[in-house]
């Protein structure tokens, strides 16, 4: 019996290693902490949100291949739901893996049921990894060109105010 992450991970990422081909999740998505926010908290600031958009990172070579340009809207989906997110094209960032800045808060287009703030906790689903921790912070997802209309810079969303 198989166990662990190849056991639950390996067949979301690959069909098959011969010949070689990519699962339906191929990429690893993590989420690092950001200057715009912390957490959430000063996400609806909105001279943070025109300082330091929310994109998603992606190596130069990876949206080369899917033929996905800077700043264009890209989908990203993961077994859990679906977000949207503006493409940052990057060479720092290692083939095969995109960084989604934690702490967007959600806001789900009712229609289609995506994410169009990119809210990381969109994807994610809690997996105990013993010791009293959970991983939430590392995931596997797909990323495509999004055919609907580009988004709207999140500094030129309105801010909520909650009462």
Not at 12 to 38: A, W
Request: proline share 9%; hydrophobic share 35%; net charge positive.
């Amino acid at each position: 019996m198989v166990s662990g992450w190849w056991g639950k991970g390996a067949p979301s990422t690959i069909k098959s290693v011969y010949p070689k081909e990519k699962g339906d999740y191929p990429f690893q998505i993590y989420n690092p902490h950001y200057l715009r926010r912390s957490h959430s908290t000063l996400d609806n600031v909105p001279w943070l949100r025109e300082q330091w958009p929310s994109p998603i990172y992606i190596n130069a070579s990876d949206a080369k291949r899917l033929g996905i340009k800077h700043g264009e809207t890209v989908l990203v989906t993961s077994p859990q739901g679906k977000i949207v997110r503006p493409a940052l094209v990057t060479q720092t960032m290692k083939p095969g893996v995109v960084a989604l800045p934690h702490g967007s808060w959600t806001n789900v287009d009712e229609k289609t049921g995506i994410d169009m703030a990119g809210a990381d906790n969109t994807l994610t689903i809690q997996v105990p990894t013993g010791l009293g921790t959970s991983g939430w912070n590392t995931m596997l997802c797909n990323i495509e060109k999004w055919h609907g209309d580009q988004l709207v810079p999140d500094a030129a969303i309105p801010q909520r105010i909650i009462f």
